[in-house]
Nanobody, 125 residues
């Protein structure tokens, strides 16, 4: 089992920045990929960014490309999401996700078997 805990959410003005963190614990040696998803009120949970746990390619939703950066610190078992140039449309609960198998795409919620509890990000206009 892997436990994920997000932090770093909050209220920020449009144009501002936030950095989210996701601390992983438990059987982290078996993790293959980690990702960020978000869910706005009344909407489905959507993919934001993903990365293999051991490095390599990163993947982003078109809506955040060039503004968000996913990164990780394997020594600290922590994944980050640096969010710049935030807009009110980025307001959502942000969830950290992980999986311990290699098959499948990076974009679907169904591909991840571990989830954090979420952290609220609110961007004011």
């Amino acid at each position: 089992q892997v436990q994920l805990v997000e932090s770093g959410g909050g209220l920020v003005q449009a144009g501002g920045s936030l950095r989210l963190s996701c601390a992983a614990s438990g059987r982290t040696f078996g993790m293959y990929a980690m990702a960020w998803f978000r869910q706005a009120p009344g909407k489905e949970r959507e993919f934001v960014a993903a990365s293999r746990w051991t490095g390599g390619s990163t993947y982003y939703a078109d809506s955040v490309k060039g503004r968000f950066t996913i990164s990780r610190d394997n020594g600290k078992n922590t994944m980050y999401l640096q969010m710049n140039s935030l807009t009110p449309e980025d307001t959502a609960v942000y969830y950290c996700a992980a999986r311990d198998y290699s098959s499948g795409d990076y974009y679907s919620t169904a591909r991840y078997n571990y989830w954090g509890q979420g952290t609220q990000v609110t961007v004011s206009s």
